[in-house]
Structures are given as structure tokens and as C-alpha cells.
């Protein structure tokens, strides 16, 4: 248990650089990047599938794990870009970044899981550390104009949190099932550019060498390592756990010089620190006490 969910925590680490890779890819329109990083990231999954012991009997993929994986993968990105071409990007992030405390709240409905306070106040620290990092300490200024943008937010957090949680329903489907998601994400995208943008491809090497960086990790080994992680490990920790995406972007963003550090990043450290830490208290210290009732 407690290494699928550090292996899960492994792609929220990997998500931390999905703000700096984004902003070194250059002026590619998000269609045409998602296209290019699932790209890589469907070639991720298949060169780990060489070194995969195949299993003894194929394994049956009910066919709603490939509408729960696509709607996934593709919706969220999909009506994350929509939102944010609707809605300031502040407050359209915040929103879509609900869906750790969905996954939090909803893991009370799935088979074998309990939900305790500890859950849910580790989950809302979280919250209340990203409200400061996303909105950098001032005031949220929810205008009705942009209702449409903040409508697409929600669908992306109840999509991802969804995805997750409906993932964990499904045990016995391998990993290596999101080298297709990654693919049909990656069709898909390429032709919602072709609809909507004008083509704008990276123009130096640094910026091909940023696109290959979030197709290997924040767009690619990110989404293996959480299929194993929500499926295997501690859903209700990882949910609050996830709340550390948005702090460790910041703080990668501050150590590349693209950022400085203030008082509001501290705070948001240690509310989400200590969300994440209370969410996994019978995670980490559950055996300690174990140990002493014995004694």
C-alpha cells in the first residue's frame, strides 16, 4: 500500500514541472502540445512494454475503462483549455483544481474504502494552501461574465477526480492500458488543432527539448505512475497529497528564476505540508501505533 501511493505521489512530483516545461515549449498552441506530448507519451508506454513480463492469459478490458481513460485524459485537457479560453486563469485553475478534495470526498463511496476526518481536513488545508499559491494571497473576483469558462473548470476537476476514482474499480486492467488512452488523447488533440488553431511549432531546440520533457514526464511517465498509484495505493491520501502540485511548481518556478519567494508561499508550504501530513496519518504512523497497542 504504502508504495503504490508513493509511487502514485511520484506523478504529482513529475506535475510540478508541467508549468516550467509549458512556459520553455515556446508560443505552441495548447492543441498542438498535448498533440506532441501524448505523442511521447504513448512512446513511453510502449518502450516500458519491453521490458514488461507478458501475462499468462490476456487480460479482458471491459469496454468502460476505455470511455472512463479517454474521457480522462482527453476530456480534462480538452475543457481545461476551453476554460481557460473563457475565464481568467486564475480563478478557472482553482476551480479545475478541486478535484483532489473530490477524490478525497468521493473515495467514501467506493468498495473497502472508510472516509475520516483526518481525510477531509487534510484535503481542505490543502485547498486553503492552493487558494494562496493560485491567487498569490490577493481577493478571487468571480465574474458572472465568464460563467461559461468557470463551468468548463468544473468539468475538468469532476472528469479527473471521476477518472481516478472509477480507475481504482478496475484493479485488474494493467497499467500499460494508458499507452492507448496517451494515443487516443494524442489523435484527438491533433484534431481539435487542426479545427481550432493555426499551426506554431517550437522554434529552437530548447523549446523541442522542453515539448520532449513534458512528454516524457509531466505528459507521459506522470499518468502510469498514477493509474498504479490510484488503483493500488491510498486514494485518500494521494487526493490530499495532490494539493502539493501546485507548491512544487512554484517552487521549481522560483529555483529556475522564473519566480521569487514570499510570505504567501510559505504559508501555502505549510498548510499543504501539514494537509498532506494529517490526510496520511494512519499511513504513517498507524504501525507505530499498532506497535505500542500490542506492547
Not at 86 to 112: D, K, Q, T
Not at 219 to 229: E, I, K, L, S, T
Request: include cysteine; hydrophobic fraction near 55%.
Amino acid at each position: 500500500m504504502g508504495r503504490a501511493t508513493l509511487i502514485g505521489f511520484s506523478a504529482v512530483a513529475m506535475w510540478a514541472l508541467l508549468a516550467l516545461l509549458t512556459d520553455a515549449s515556446g508560443q505552441v498552441p495548447p492543441f498542438l502540445l498535448s498533440t506532441l506530448t501524448f505523442s511521447i507519451g504513448t512512446a513511453v508506454g510502449l518502450v516500458a512494454r519491453l521490458f514488461m513480463t507478458a501475462p499468462a492469459q490476456p487480460v479482458r478490458i471491459p469496454p468502460q475503462v476505455w470511455v472512463i481513460g479517454i474521457a480522462g485524459l482527453f476530456g480534462y485537457h480538452f475543457f481545461y483549455f476551453t476554460a481557460l479560453r473563457n475565464a481568467p486563469a486564475v480563478e478557472a485553475s482553482l476551480i479545475a483544481y478541486l478535484w483532489p478534495l473530490l477524490i478525497v470526498l468521493g473515495s467514501a463511496l467506493m468498495p473497502g474504502e472508510k472516509l475520516r476526518w483526518n481525510h477531509i481536513a487534510g484535503a481542505l488545508l490543502g485547498l486553503a494552501g492552493t487558494v494562496l499559491i493560485v491567487t498569490k494571497g490577493g481577493a478571487l473576483d468571480f465574474d458572472s461574465r465568464y460563467a461559461f469558462g468557470y463551468a468548463m473548470a468544473a468539468v475538468c476537476a469532476f472528469l479527473w477526480s471521476g477518472y481516478s476514482l472509477l480507475s481504482r474499480r478496475f484493479p485488474a486492467v494493467p497499467t500499460s492500458i494508458v499507452t492507448w488512452f496517451c494515443a487516443a488523447t494524442a489523435i484527438l488533440s491533433f484534431a481539435c488543432h487542426l479545427a481550432l488553431e493555426q499551426t506554431v511549432l517550437p522554434a529552437t531546440t530548447g523549446q523541442w527539448l522542453a515539448v520532449v520533457g513534458l512528454g516524457l514526464m509531466p505528459v507521459g511517465a506522470a499518468f502510469y505512475a498514477w493509474d498504479h498509484g490510484v488503483k493500488r495505493g491510498n486514494i485518500q491520501v494521494l487526493g490530499a497529497a495532490s494539493y502539493a502540485a501546485p507548491l512544487l511548481s512554484t517552487l521549481v518556478l522560483i529555483v529556475a528564476g522564473f519566480a521569487q519567494p514570499s510570505l504567501n508561499i510559505i504559508a501555502a508550504c505549510a498548510l499543504i505540508t501539514g494537509g498532506a501530513v494529517l490526510a496520511a496519518k494512519s499511513l504513517l504512523f498507524g504501525k507505530s501505533q499498532a506497535a505500542r497497542a500490542q506492547a
